[in-house]
Every structure is written in C-alpha cells, then in structure tokens.
C-alpha cells in the first residue's frame, strides 16, 4: 500500500509538472487569449503619451493604440489592464511577465533590442531637449558640460548626457520630482522628451520657462514585447498596420494635441496602399 501511495503521488508530481510546463510553453498570445484581457504597461504622467485627464482617466496617444489593439485581439477595447510603468521598470515588467506588452514611449536602441523584441515603429519622436528659465544664455548641449541638470531614470540618452556631453545628471523617478527639482533650482534645467516639455510649457505656470537647447535627434518610437514570441509579435503588428491604414494614428495626433507628423502621414499612406 505505501509503495502504491508513492507511485500515486509521482503520478501527480508528473501530472502537476506537465501542466506547468504546457502552461509555461504557451505563447503570449495564447495567454491573452485564455486570460481573455491584454496586459499593457503605460505612462500616466507623460503628455500626449499617457497621461491622466480631469476625470482621472489614463488617456493618450499610445493609450489608445493600445486598446486598439486589445480589440483587434479580443474584440473589445475594453479587455484591457492598463499599468503605470516609468522609464526604469517597463522592461523589468515586460520580461518578469507582469504585462503582455510595453506602449509607453520605448525608444528602439540597439541596447534594448538584446533584451526585448520591438513592434513596428510607428512613431519617429524628437529626442530629448532642455527646458530652462527664460533668461538662461545657454543654448548648445556642449555649454551643458560640468552643469547639474534634472533628468529621469532609465532615459536612453542617460549614457550620452554624461559620458559625451558631461552634464552631471540629477536623475529623478518621476516627472513631478524632476520639475519641482527645476523650480526649486537644484539643477539649471531639465533634459526630457521635446513633445512633452512643449506641451509643458503651454501651462500657465511655466510661462516664465524655455527650451533653451534644441534636440539632437530624432527617436523612433515602438512598442516591446518579450524576445522570440513570433506568433504574438506578428499578431500586435498586425493590429498597429490596420490603425495606420485606417488613418487612426492621425486622428490620435489631432485629439491629443500633437504636431502633425510626416512620419507618421507617410507610414498611413503606406498602409493603405498595402491593405488595398
């Protein structure tokens, strides 16, 4: 009997095992479709991006892609799961498994291509400027050199701030800690994404304020996925391709305020032309 109970609770080990293990082997696509929701990490503190709105919404730009692509996956916009990442942590949330995907302003680097596979680009973003007091006479990225100047934690361009131009960079978690940084003068300017400090300073109170140092480039702009899951990747993309030849990315721009972009026209017209 004690050798029979053994083999029994073997028997179930293996059983217990085998199911993990299919689990485990299953692909993301699989996943969302069982789970019957898309998990998908994205800025709530980052106009036009995402961003909460006056009724507490998580709204913008790549918000909206996507729960288009929630719908084209689950036939709804609404089985979706929205989570707040930041710069440091979405990729940590993407490969750990806490989030299906990553929409939140993920510039595409040939760094972060070794760890996460990327979307399609469908957005080619200025790169980073600096916001700075009017009166400030600075306005190249070398006359920075030696400059304490906010910024934020987990910035692709972190390693170019301080190894090429050698700004002494206070790095911050958040924007909120970074402009109150900036205003209480702990550093002569902040280093962030061009959109988002433009759209800062349409804000009354930071009238007195510019972008004293133009952008040095410009960043395309994909979501990420975890490495080698070509069924889900194929799936995602997919769903971007049919929002551009449906001319939803520019009617995203219009409604969150952003400048019309070329980049984003051409890559509608290409779509079309392909669907059709």
């Known amino acids: 009997m004690a050798g029979f ?30 789970r ?6 994205v800025k709530n503190d980052y106009v036009p ?13 790549e918000v909206s892609l996507a729960k288009y692509v ?5 036939g709804s916009e609404d089985k979706i799961e929205l989570v707040p990442v930041i710069a440091a942590n979405r990729i940590d949330f993407l490969t750990a498994g ?30 980073p400027s600096v916001l700075m007091a009017k009166e400030s006479t600075i306005s190249k990225w070398e006359e920075l050199k030696g400059k304490s100047v906010c910024g934020i934690q987990g910035s692709y361009y972190n390693k170019k701030m301080t190894e090429e131009f050698g700004i002494t960079l ?9 402009y109150r940084a900036l205003k209480d003068n702990r550093c002569i300017g902040f280093v962030f ?35 080698d899951d070509a069924e889900f990747r194929e799936a995602v993309d997919k769903a971007i391709d049919k929002a551009e030849a449906e001319g939803k990315l520019i009617a995203w721009e219009t ?15 290409a779509a079309a032309a392909k669907k059709n």
Do not use: C
């Open 5 to 34: 109970k053994r083999m029994m609770g073997a028997s179930a080990l293996a059983l217990a095992t085998f199911f993990v293990a299919g689990a485990a082997l299953a692909g993301t696509l699989d996943n969302v479709k069982a």
């Open 36 to 41: 019957g929701k898309l998990i998908v990490g």
């Open 49 to 61: 991006y995402g961003y909460l709105n006056d009724k507490g919404e998580v709204v913008g730009f």
């Open 70 to 74: 929630a719908k084209e996956l689950l």
């Open 98 to 127: 806490r989030i299906d995907a990553i929409f939140a302003t993920l510039g595409v680097t040939t760094e972060r291509a070794k760890v996460i596979d990327f979307t399609t680009e469908y957005v080619s973003a200025a790169g």
């Open 170 to 178: 206070v790095a911050f978690k958040t924007q909120p800690e970074a």
């Open 193 to 227: 994404d061009d959109m988002t400090l433009q759209q800062k300073l349409k804000e009354p109170d930071w009238a007195s304020y510019k972008i004293a140092v133009a952008p040095y480039e410009f960043q395309p702009m994909a979501g990420g996925l975890r490495k």
């Open 255 to 269: 409604e969150f305020g952003m400048p019309h972009s070329d980049y984003i026209a051409a890559r509608a017209k």
